[in-house]
């Protein structure tokens, strides 16, 4: 009697301590139902141009910095490379057009911010986009991402292969920072991938008022394992003489609600299989988040994004995006800005 009374106590401690394993289930990028998912069958929210968040400046594509984009959910980045003004070797400038127009600083601090992030939150897996602006060469992004000290995180996909690990895999594995280049790309540097050798871009060109396109733009007329589906607008405005592609803050509820909605139903459908990376500007307007929720498959999980004190959406018209935009008169943004404000 005694001992059935101990093997009673025993079964009931062992059945709890399941009870207690499985009410600790691991998430994988916010969500359990995405652990057993391999890297190409999840679908990521991205910020194009993530670095380019210089409040107020005209040409900014986000209103928050990267640490808050990351905290928010945001999984993959969208980066452009240039030489820093010295050409030194072992560092890379976050640019926008042209660094005269809007520069976000060294890469290798936004590295340690992404660095951070991952150090803090080890159930993520993150993702980088290299716009190579700059010709850089993958040598010269290996001694930046090493001097940030990032490079037990990188993780490298064997060209040819379209057999990915699943997210949990890449979790216990630490290998959980994925990166891929737009040119540049070579054996040297196996971490930093040919872009399109793995992913297909939709038209990044999209003009505010035209429609959203569910077509193979990059590489041209070739499908991939997965694609972006390019997902922001810019309104062209000629300034001295040069016409300056600028994001449209004012527009990002709509652009970042309804709108994303219908384009990334059209590509699911067009493309049958789910946009891998939807990448938008201001990504905290509309329902980027719910939106990638819903292609997921999972019920969101109410994690809003945070709302800027002072967005772009009102400081682009403040003296800020003067003092940025050195490239072309002070008249001349006065004048753009006019327009912007029709
Ligand atoms: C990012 O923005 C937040 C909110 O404005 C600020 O507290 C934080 O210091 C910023 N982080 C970096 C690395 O600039
Ligand atoms: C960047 O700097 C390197 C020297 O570190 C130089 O070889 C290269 O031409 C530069 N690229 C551009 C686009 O100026």
């Given at each position: 009697m005694r001992s059935s009374f101990i093997l009673a106590l025993a079964t009931a401690l062992v059945s709890s301590s399941l009870v207690a394993r499985s009410d600790a289930q691991q998430l994988c990028n916010g969500y359990?139902?995405?652990?057993?998912?391999?890297y190409d069958q999840v679908s990521y929210a991205t910020t194009h141009n993530?670095?380019?968040?210089?409040?107020?400046?005209?040409?900014?594509?986000?209103?928050?910095n990267i640490s808050i984009q990351l905290k928010d959910g945001i999984r993959a980045l969208m980066l452009d490379a240039y030489n820093t003004s010295t050409n030194d070797p072992n560092e890379i400038e976050l640019c926008h057009t042209s660094c005269s127009l809007l520069d976000a600083g060294p890469l290798t601090k936004t590295l340690g911010q992404i660095k951070a992030f991952l150090d803090a939150n080890p159930n993520e897996v993150v993702t980088i986009f290299w716009e190579n602006a700059g010709n850089l060469t993958p040598a010269h992004f290996q001694n930046a991402y090493q001097a940030a000290g990032v490079t037990n995180y990188l993780y490298t996909q064997t060209t040819g292969s379209t057999t990915w690990p699943t997210l949990a895999d890449m979790i216990s594995s630490g290998k959980r920072l994925v990166n891929y280049v737009d040119?540049?790309?070579?054996?040297?540097?196996?971490?930093?991938?040919?872009?399109y050798d793995f992913v297909f871009e939709t038209p990044?060109?999209?003009?505010?008022?035209?429609a959203y396109l569910c077509t193979v733009d990059r590489p041209k007329d070739q499908r991939k394992q997965m694609y972006v589906m390019n997902h922001f607008i810019s309104r062209t405005i000629a300034v001295s003489g040069v016409n300056a592609d600028l994001p449209q803050p004012g527009a990002a509820d709509q652009t970042n609600g309804p709108d994303l909605v219908s384009h990334a139903n059209s590509c699911q459908s067009t493309f049958?299989?789910?946009?891998?990376f939807v990448a938008v500007d201001f990504?905290?307007?509309?329902s980027l988040l719910q939106t990638v929720a819903q292609l997921n498959g999972v019920t969101f999980n109410n994690k809003l994004p945070t709302q800027p004190a002072s967005s772009t959406t009102s400081?682009?018209?403040?003296?800020k995006s003067i003092i940025s935009?050195?490239?072309?008169s002070a008249a001349a943004i006065i004048g753009a800005t006019s327009l912007l404000a029709l």
């Open positions: 359990a139902e995405l652990c057993a998912k391999t993530a670095y380019a968040s210089n409040t107020g400046a005209l040409a900014a594509n986000q209103d928050n040119s540049g790309a070579d054996a040297s540097v196996p971490w930093l991938m040919a872009e990044f060109e999209i003009a505010l008022g035209a049958n299989q789910i946009p891998t990504y905290e307007k509309g400081g682009a018209l403040s003296a935009a050195r490239a072309v």
